[in-house]
């Protein structure tokens, strides 16, 4: 019997993804291609959807091409993507009407702050389980109809169709046969009514959009379709699961239990802890939402998101021009003995949970005639750990529990005097899995179960940790440097 893969498509913010999986779960390769991103004018961010889909099927071509994979070896496509990215597209053309408007972008925030103060508001908040802001798509969907010609008169005529990543790369995928979203996605629109799993008819009236451009929901994991033959050859492959990358994650942490938590430190940082199959309201400032849909059965989870964490090292990178790579910031954090007191709030983005303060703005507090670049580029490293102890507190509140271990992934997880800090100013065990590629195994692990290639109980036996992190801190050290931070926060909002 020949050997059996798994292709995972990982499409983020600055770039698309293909990981092959072998019948082990161990990696056989990865391709990756950048995406650009458009900023037109400043709180506007924006992609072309072209390109993204463009990039991800180029990669995933070049890497079973490299491999000499066979089609017919591959048990299905998994797909996890970069959340709340708006795409709205011409049924006939397949041409968006517009760029896709990216997570990050603020240009509704007016409109959301408005509505977020209005008794809708509340509303909104206890059906989605989402705090209202410019972040989830909803307001993206409605400036998209409001903004371009003919789009609002074209979507009441069922000629165009939204999505969100996910729903725009199985469009494609299929030969424009699917449209679909599972549960994950279709709860960060923040048009989702999460109790009763359908879109809710009072939030599309209030923005103002036609239910026939919106997907068809299902399970995260399940068998949707197939390629088209023009996607990867004539022998066509099961599109077999569908997950946002921070469900995707918690998903490769196996975090299956109640009270099970993992944090991701990509372009944001996203704290995500499994509550089980009940639905519970944040009251500190985090957002309620779905992490997936097994075989039509929900998990819920609580989730944190910080807007702004490896984007600020990027930012140094390439704005400040201080650091050439961001695998050099661990040598150079480590080269200090501390900050000597700089702190760096990166609220480029604004402020996400549990502050969601879109109007607070970036600010380095502490300088001194003695502060030279390291003590920058250690404040912005610590920056992530400071934003992630802002959600854990809250996390912890909400769940009436203490937090005593924390699983790790993402690009900045690499980052060894990251995570050591991390355990330092949270005071728990910080866990890096020997996979940090969590995203891409989730929605693997997705595609195991839909395909009945494994169940979960085998799943579970097949993640493993590389390290461990240890806090180290000394308590007044801890608390000393944490009033700081909260004390750089305030001055920003």
């Known amino acids: 019997m020949s050997k059996k893969y798994i292709l995972a498509l990982d499409q983020g913010t600055t770039s698309s993804r293909a990981i092959l999986f072998d019948n082990n779960f161990d990696i056989i390769g990865i391709e990756q291609s950048e995406t650009k991103q458009i900023f037109h004018r400043p709180g506007w961010v924006e992609q072309n959807a072209i390109e993204i889909y463009e990039t991800q099927v180029y990669v995933a071509r070049k890497l079973l091409a490299k491999l000499s994979i066979n089609n017919n070896d591959i048990i299905g496509i998994g797909i996890t993507n970069q959340r709340e990215t708006t795409i709205v597209w011409d049924k006939n053309t397949g041409v968006p009407v517009y760029n896709a408007i990216v997570w990050q972008d603020k240009r509704t925030s007016e409109c959301c702050e408005n509505l977020r ?95 026939q451009i919106l997907p068809k929901v299902l399970n995260s994991s399940e ?80 989730e944190g998101s910080v807007f702004v964490a490896g984007a600020v090292i990027q930012w140094l990178r390439d704005n400040l021009k201080i650091v050439e790579t961001a695998q050099e910031t661990e040598e150079i954090a480590l080269s200090v003995k501390s900050s000597e007191g700089v702190y760096f709030v990166p609220a480029f983005a604004g402020l996400g949970a549990p502050y969601w303060d879109m109007n607070a703005k970036a600010a380095i507090h502490g300088i001194t005639g003695a502060t030279n670049y390291k003590h920058i580029v250690r404040a912005a490293v610590e920056s992530m750990a400071l934003q992630t102890k802002d959600v854990l507190e809250a996390m912890q509140k909400d769940a009436n529990a203490k937090i005593n271990v924390l699983n790790v992934d993402g690009g900045a997880a690499a980052n060894n005097f990251l995570l050591q800090f991390q355990a330092d100013i949270l005071n728990i065990e910080v866990l890096k899995p020997k996979i940090l590629e969590s995203t891409a195994l989730g929605v693997a692990f997705m595609v195991a179960i839909s395909t009945k290639f494994k169940t979960l109980d085998e799943i579970l036996k097949i993640r493993k940790i590389e390290k461990k992190f240890t806090p180290k801190m000394k308590e007044s050290e801890r608390n000393f440097v944490y009033s700081q931070w909260l004390e750089a926060v305030d001055r920003v909002r």
């Open 223 to 302: 068998i949707y379709g197939k390629t088209a033959k023009q996607t990867f050859g004539d022998n066509q492959i099961d599109i077999a699961a569908i997950l946002g990358d921070q469900q995707a994650s918690m998903f490769g942490h196996n975090c299956f239990n109640v009270g099970d938590v993992k944090n991701t430190y990509g372009t944001g940082c996203f704290m995500l802890m499994n509550i089980g199959e009940k639905f519970a309201k944040s009251e500190s400032g985090l957002v309620t939402t779905i992490a997936w849909g097994i075989e039509n059965k929900i998990t819920y989870a609580l």
């Open 117 to 211: 103060k209005s008794e809708f508001g509340n509303y909104v908040n206890d059906k989605t389980g989402l705090v209202v802001d410019a972040y989830f798509s909803a307001s993206k969907i409605q400036w998209i109809l409001d903004n371009v010609d003919n789009a609002r008169q074209k979507a009441e005529n069922g000629e165009l169709l939204f999505g969100t990543v996910d729903t725009w790369l199985v469009w494609n995928l299929s030969g424009r046969k699917l449209h679909v979203t599972d549960y994950s996605n279709a709860s960060r629109t923040m048009l989702f009514d999460i109790h009763n799993l359908v879109w809710d008819e009072k939030i599309l009236e209030y923005f103002n959009i036609p239910k």
